[in-house]
């Protein structure tokens, strides 16, 4: 049974709406889950939210609705939606952290720009220069937009 105010993977929630053979499903045909399209992979992480009631789901051409079970005291993660985690977690982190340091070196540029001086960058700033400069180009953009 799917609760609100839970995390599912998109393949439990498949089964849970009775399709046959859901893992066939995923990536073959449309895949959408309560509004939520582009789904390729069984591991999909979808969170349902605590004021849902019933949740549409549609694959190719057919379209299933599940009612949702009153939501948990506490937020509920599925054994598959933890799997999923566990086995992303440590490579998004490493993601998010690269992100942050490389909008670091974007915002040392523009401050060099708007102070009209050199950036100069230091030690590991030199490997994200290229990437941090896309993000200035963008945000010059959309300043002259």
Do not use: W
Not at 14 to 22: D, H, K, S, V, Y
Not at 49 to 65: R, Y
Not at 113 to 127: I, L, Q, V
């Amino acid at each position: 049974m799917i609760k609100s105010n839970a995390k599912y993977t998109a393949l439990e929630i498949l089964t849970e709406a009775g399709f046959e053979n859901p893992e066939k499903l995923i990536g073959k045909f449309r895949v959408v889950i309560g509004g939520i399209s582009g789904i390729v992979k069984p591991d999909h992480v979808i969170r349902i939210s605590p004021e849902t009631t019933e949740l549409e789901v549609l694959a190719g051409v057919e379209v299933k609705t599940i009612v949702i079970e009153k939501e948990a005291e506490e937020a509920e993660v599925s054994v598959g939606a933890k799997e999923v985690s566990e086995a992303r977690g440590p490579e998004l982190i490493a993601k998010a952290e690269h992100n942050q340091a490389v909008k670091q070196v974007a915002r040392k540029i523009m401050e060099a720009e708007k102070n009209k001086s050199e950036f100069t960058p230091r030690g590991a700033e030199a490997d994200l220069v290229e990437e941090a400069t896309v993000i200035v180009e963008q945000h010059a953009k959309l300043k002259t937009k």
